[in-house]
């Protein structure tokens, strides 16, 4: 059973920074594209970065700039380095993962975890 979990969140103040980290278990196989999105009180949820099996990476206009997505080779593993956080980057933050072989969509998602920026 494949699973992601988060970690990393918690309260920082505006300018701040945080670095999440998603770890995925239960798969013999790299995960192709791997995804951070996020989800504020009242909003749906959106998506904040991606990076590619291929390591390409992409980024929410809102969080360019700021934020770092980055995975590491061996394990199914990717990070969000988030720097110069603004009280609106609150939100719970999930990880998401898209088996081998597919070009779209995630198949899998993580329990997310909390990021509060206060001002």
């Known amino acids: 059973q494949v699973q992601l979990v988060e970690s990393g969140g918690g309260l920082v103040q505006a300018g701040g920074s945080l670095r999440l980290s998603c770890v995925g278990s239960g798969s013999i196989f790299r995960f192709n594209a791997m995804a951070w999105y996020r989800q504020a009180p009242g909003k749906q949820r959106e998506w904040v970065a991606a990076?590619?099996?291929?390591?390409?990476?992409t980024y929410a206009d809102s969080v360019k700039g700021r934020f770092t997505i980055s995975r590491t080779n061996v394990k199914n593993t990717v990070f969000l380095q988030m720097n110069s956080l603004k009280p609106e980057d609150t939100a719970v933050y999930y990880c998401?993962?898209?088996?081998?072989?597919?070009?779209?969509?995630?198949?899998?998602w993580g329990q997310g975890t909390q990021v509060t920026v206060s001002s």
């Open positions: 998401a993962a898209r088996q081998p072989l597919k070009n779209q969509g995630y198949d899998y």
């Open positions: 990076i590619t099996g291929g390591d390409s990476t």
